[in-house]
């Protein structure tokens, strides 16, 4: 790991749950001069340049249904961060990045579904447009046009080393080689490049707080050392280095196999709640989730993986502790637990289906929401592209 790695994730497991106003400056006051000053003070410039605000961006692929991971370890907190930043009237962008999406074969004709169903979906749960600029990735061409800069820039050995390419394709840790055929079998550069198109995602907006989860610093870390690249060979510190905003990212597992993430490309539909899933599939999937012959509730997530995952989804969706359902519990059978599940899962996700019903029918609005917010987004990005491509003497 690098150093700007290793001081990333020293900074993370020392402080575990910082949030966006941890990294946000803050004015510093003075006390005042005990005697009057002997000269009068020089005026601020009315030519000097204002503070720029901070920008936040993070994104989400529109791939496949949103299910209760991704409700639970994004959707949720991208809600929480944006009345955070309304608050401290910090620029917040949420984009569907639907140029990653494609880093992998996609139906054309789904992924237009997906596209708007995914922004039905940001927008039954919370996120309000007012507050945040929503929009698709593809449409703000900045995004592949700095993507193709920051490309001539980035070591290729850099990129064998990121992990995404070989989880996706299921490469075994210990390849490392882009030599070895069976790690590159079937590899295309696109999702190669993956991690360079997250940067210029971030880079674009000279965004400056990211929300990750640990197991997303190693693509955060890139990002800054391209950053850091970019800078060096045009000799200025034009693009910030983004820090990031630590979020208390609720890992949801798999109702088959708690040893593996909820995913929307896990084959089998009943390892997952689906956020459109009607209450009797939701009853019919948690009466079906793999638990254990240990009598009563206990959260010990070593020894009894499954039932842990399933307390853990209960505190998360009622918004308790996970002490409180253990005692709550305790005494419960295996049945009835899950039957309180069912209910908790099915009364928080009622009122986002129904707005996901409305949103859905009502003609338009989505598509001018994001409209709109590609419109918003270009007239941050546009500028900063255009001085990224005069650094580079390309205009």
């Known amino acids: ?3 700007t790695g290793r001081t990333l994730l020293a900074t993370i497991r020392a402080h575990p749950l910082r949030t966006c106003q941890s990294f946000g400056a803050r004015y510093l006051t003075t006390q005042p001069p005990t005697t009057k ?3 009068t003070p020089k005026k601020p410039s009315s030519t000097s340049k204002p503070k720029e605000k901070p ?11 949103p299910h209760l991971g991704n409700y639970l370890g994004a959707i949720s907190n991208w809600v929480n961060l944006q009345e955070q930043a309304h608050l401290n009237q910090e620029t917040l962008l949420f984009s569907i990045v639907d140029l990653h999406a ?3 074969p996609q139906d054309p004709k789904k992924l237009r579904e997906e596209r708007r169903n995914m922004a039905i979906t940001l927008l039954a749960c919370g996120i309000d447009p007012k507050k945040v600029i929503l929009f698709e990735q593809s449409k703000v061409p900045g995004h592949s046009e700095l993507a193709w800069i920051l490309n001539c820039l980035t070591p290729v050995g850099w990129l064998a080393r990121m992990t995404q390419w070989k989880s996706k394709l299921g490469v075994t840790k210990g390849a490392q080689s882009l030599e070895d055929v069976s790690a590159t079998q079937g590899l295309q550069l696109g999702l190669f490049a993956y991690p ?3 940067a210029a995602d971030i880079l674009l907006y000279r965004a400056t707080k990211i929300p990750v989860g640990e197991d997303q610093i190693q693509h955060l870390e890139l990002a800054r050392d391209i950053g850091t690249t970019f800078n060096k060979t045009v000799k200025e510190r034009y693009f910030p280095l983004p820090r990031p905003i630590i979020t208390e990212t ?3 597992m798999s109702l088959r196999d708690p040893t593996t993430k909820m995913s929307k490309s896990d084959p089998s539909d009943q390892t997952r709640i ?6 009797s599939l939701i009853a019919s999937k948690i009466k079906r989730a793999v638990t254990d012959t240990t009598l009563g509730i206990s959260y010990n997530r070593t020894e009894r993986p499954a039932v842990a995952n399933l307390v853990d989804i209960y505190a998360a969706m009622k918004q308790v502790s996970i002490e409180e359902v253990v005692e709550e519990h305790r005494d419960s059978s295996m049945a009835v637990f899950k039957e309180a599940l069912t209910s908790v899962i099915v009364e928080k996700l009622g009122p986002i289906q129904e707005e996901m019903r409305r949103l859905d029918g009502e003609k338009g609005y989505v598509e001018r929401v994001l409209e709109e917010g590609a419109e918003r987004a270009g007239e941050i990005a546009r500028p900063n592209l255009l001085q990224a491509q005069k650094l580079m003497g390309l205009r």
């Open 55 to 65: 920008i936040i961006f993070s994104g989400i692929q529109p791939t496949g249904q």
């Open 250 to 252: 609720k890992r949801v």
């Open 37 to 39: 000053p002997t000269t």
């Open 274 to 279: 689906n956020l459109i899933d009607s209450p």
């Open 196 to 198: 360079v198109l997250m």
């Open 102 to 104: 494609i880093t992998m």
């Open 1 to 3: 790991m690098n150093p």
